[in-house]
């Protein structure tokens, strides 16, 4: 059973930073692809940006240019950088590992932005 763990939710001010991790029981390549959703108070759960088994990245446009992926293959972790904050960036934030018959999700990790 593939497990994901989040971390690195908080407290943030308008204008500040944020790192996510999301770590994988295995390695996160096996994946066909690894994403970051989003699910803000009575809204539809939204992809935030997504990386295929080859690398390939895409960002939703709200994020776009302030947000970015990277990888940790050493300890199967996918990383979400998150600059520029806005107050419409909070919300618990997801990370989900398709497999090719099955998706595995994470318990989510909340990120306030407030001054």
């Known amino acids: 059973q593939v497990q994901l763990v989040e971390s690195g939710g908080g407290l943030v001010q308008p204008g500040g930073s944020l790192r996510l991790s999301c770590a994988a029981s295995?390695?996160?390549?096996?994946?066909?692809?690894m994403s970051w959703y989003r699910q803000a108070p009575g809204q539809q759960r939204e992809l935030v940006a997504s990386?295929?088994?080859?690398?390939?990245?895409i960002y939703a446009a709200s994020v776009r240019g302030r947000f970015a992926l990277s990888t940790d293959n050493a300890e199967n972790r996918l990383h979400l950088d998150m600059n520029t904050l806005k107050p419409d960036d909070t919300a618990v934030y997801y990370c989900?590992?398709?497999?090719?018959?099955?998706?595995?999700w994470g318990q989510g990790t909340q990120v306030t932005v407030s001054s």
């Open positions: 295995k390695n996160i390549f096996t994946f066909l692809s």
């Open positions: 989900k590992a398709r497999g090719p018959e099955i998706e595995y």
């Open positions: 990386m295929t088994g080859g690398g390939t990245t």
